[in-house]
């Protein structure tokens, strides 16, 4: 698979697939066949083309984080929350830059790590 086209799949999303070198060894081709039938289901998953934002600083009431993704959002996850508990939610229906940003409400200033996908 050329490079452009692996470029093309990570910019939709991740790969979409392992890709497999065409070879006349029987044993490494199979090898590949086993790799990617285990390998792809977890590729298609969103989660794994996310990007974890570390340290992310949210403020009582409504905030806005820059996910950094260059693609519009599917979904995010908390993967880390440091001082008080806070109850987060999102209010990404009413984002109009939902390629660029991440729109969270907060009912405790808290330090979280975040994974965007």
Do not use: C, E
Request: glycine share 8%; aromatic share 8%; charged share 15%.
């Amino acid at each position: 698979m050329g490079r452009l086209r692996l470029w093309v799949r990570w910019q939709l999303g991740g790969l979409l697939s392992l890709p497999i070198f065409h070879t006349d060894d029987q044993d490494l081709s199979l090898m590949q066949t086993k790799w990617a039938a285990q390998i792809d289901p977890v590729l298609v998953l969103p989660w794994s083309s996310g990007v974890l934002l570390k340290g992310v600083v949210l403020a009582v009431g409504s905030n806005t984080i820059n996910h950094k993704l260059s693609r519009v959002l599917q979904g995010w996850s908390i993967v880390r929350m440091r001082g008080v508990f806070s109850q987060i939610y999102d209010t990404q229906d009413t984002n109009t830059m939902q390629g660029l940003t991440l729109k969270l409400n907060a009912s405790a200033a808290v330090t979280v790590d975040l994974l965007v996908f």
